[in-house]
């Protein structure tokens, strides 16, 4: 199948590339002086939130756009996003604490964006295991779809909530990770994180996509159960 | 007014350790779930 | 008389709406053991925070507001989770759904039924955590009704979309809380802000940017839940 086949080179060379970030980012990006070498998670961790709440967008896109034109397609888009949208927010539910205990002083503290991609990681559990617990494929793809809508909706009003939250309950802190304008060398090194993220997102999804495709194929000619 | 660097690099090391084993290991299932469906 | 047809078309979309409300309602309300066992329920969740904290440590005014409204919320998953078991308990939905009635009605029907269930389960549940917590409610009875009331709609509005998809899944007891929980804490977060806020005697007008958000979400959520009703439902 050849979109099997342009999802796997693509993931190949964004992995390439990712290595080719590490080197850039752990030899030849300046060390910040305020929190020392750890910062340099920033360039992982940053990228993976973006894309963890991106895929999110996504998702519900599809969603909207398959109830309306009903083109199994976008169903199996929209799933392969929130899969590769799991594995950027464990990312940086991962990353973050890390980061977080020599910064913070601890591994969680409820800091707004490590809580809106909890959130985030939560409703694509959810949503993948909606769809694990309906047999029927029709019903699957549109209440997936329903649930993906109502996500997608739900981002704004976590950011408004959980910011505020945070704002009247202070965090104690060692030192602020802060991200303001980043010099030149750090600009370019997260930006090449950036793509390589994009890249490998990419790769993901269409790799996951021909799987549920490949699956349907079997499935039809009754080869398959569905798990 | 030059002051330490923290050394903090262990952090730096396991969550980069962490990020390549969470995205091969993803690229690794896509690959093997992808050859035999 | 094309205003007369369009207002005659909302008449019989509300009438159809009710006569599914008023359903539900007889059926629960005529038994009674929905309504008392949540109502047990919310009374053992109360007395489940009273005995988890530790009176020495933390005052029970200053957890009351989070007392609350965990109760609230898992309350209202409780009543929602039986949202749509009647139907299915008989086959009952094809039944409904065969009714010359507009899906979007049995939406709003079925809305209309657990708001009034909920509500009814928070009104004997409000008092009660005034008189277990020692809580002054009555100064601020207005505005925390208010506040109780929007962060209800919210709840209410997703859960009873959630729950017609989960209904018929295998583990519909654990997988409607897991997919409705993050849709209940924004509310949660605002409602507890305010309850907070008035309980401290502050002036409503600071929990002014709270209450307008609950509204929004209320507002969207609502329309989003009928609009993708029929979605659940349809063949």
């Known amino acids: 199948m050849r979109l099997l086949g342009a999802g796997r080179w693509i993931t190949a060379v964004g992995l390439l590339l990712l290595a080719g970030v590490y080197v850039r ?39 909207i756009f398959y109830l309306f034109l009903k083109d199994p397609r976008l169903d199996r888009f929209a799933e392969a996003s929130a899969e590769a949208g799991t594995v950027f927010a464990a990312i940086v539910l991962t990353t973050g604490p890390i980061w977080g205990k020599p910064i913070w002083g601890t591994w969680w503290s409820w800091d707004a964006r490590l809580t809106l991609t909890l959130f985030l990681f939560l409703l694509y559990v ?52 802060s991200s303001p304008s980043l010099p030149g060398s750090m600009l370019a090194t997260w930006l090449f994180s950036l793509g390589v993220f994009t890249l490998l997102y990419v790769g993901f999804v269409i790799q996951r996509y021909a799987l549920s495709y490949l699956r349907e194929q079997l499935e039809a000619a009754g080869e398959v159960g569905h798990v | 007014m030059s002051e330490t660097i923290p050394a903090n ?10 990020t390549a084993v969470i995205l091969v290991s993803y690229a690794v299932l896509l690959y093997r779930r992808t050859r035999k469906p | 008389m094309e205003g007369g047809g369009a207002v005659g078309a909302v008449a019989e979309f509300v009438r159809h709406a009710w006569s599914v409300a008023r359903k539900d309602l007889l059926v629960e309300f005529r038994s009674r053991t929905a309504i008392l066992s949540a109502v047990v329920f919310t009374v053992l969740v109360l007395m489940v925070f009273n005995f988890g904290r530790d009176p020495t440590a933390v005052a029970a005014v200053d957890l009351a507001p989070s007392i609350l409204w965990v109760t609230f919320t898992f309350a209202a998953m409780l009543a929602l989770n039986r949202a749509f078991q009647l139907e299915l308990e008989n086959q009952a939905l094809e039944g409904l759904l065969l009714a010359p009635i507009s899906r979007g009605s049995i939406y ?5 039924a657990n708001l009034v269930f909920v509500g009814a389960v928070e009104a004997i549940g409000l008092p009660l955590f005034a008189l277990f917590f020692n809580v002054r409610i009555l100064p601020v009875i207005l505005p925390l009704v208010a506040v109780i009331a929007l962060a209800t709609v919210g709840f209410v509005a997703v859960g009873t979309l959630f729950s017609a998809m989960t209904a018929r899944t295998r583990f519909a007891e654990l997988l409607l809380p897991v997919l409705l929980l993050p849709f ?30 609950l509204a929004a ?13 029929p979605a659940t439902v349809s063949e």
């Open chain 1, 25 to 63: 980012a752990l030899a030849f990006t300046p060390i910040e002086r305020a929190q020392g070498l750890a910062q340099k998670i920033f360039y992982l961790h940053v990228p993976a939130a973006i894309w963890a709440e991106a895929a999110m967008v996504l998702v519900g896109l599809a969603s």
């Open chain 3, 108 to 112: 709003l029907g079925k809305l209309l």
């Open chain 3, 184 to 213: 209940m804490i924004p509310p949660l977060i605002w409602a507890v802000l305010t309850t907070a806020s008035l309980l401290a005697g502050r002036p409503l007008s600071e929990a002014g940017g709270w209450l307008r958000l």
């Open chain 1, 126 to 177: 959810g949503y993948l295991l909606l769809r694990s617990a309906v047999a029927d494929p029709g019903a699957r793809a549109r209440y997936a779809a329903v649930l993906g809508i109502c996500g997608m909706c739900l981002v704004p009003f976590i950011h408004f909530s959980v910011y505020m939250f945070r704002t009247l309950h202070p965090m104690p802190i060692v030192l602020k990770p």
């Open chain 3, 217 to 229: 979400f209320d507002i969207l959520f609502v329309v989003l839940a009928f609009v993708l009703f």
């Open chain 2, 9 to 18: 690099s262990g952090y730096m090391v396991a969550a980069y350790i962490a």
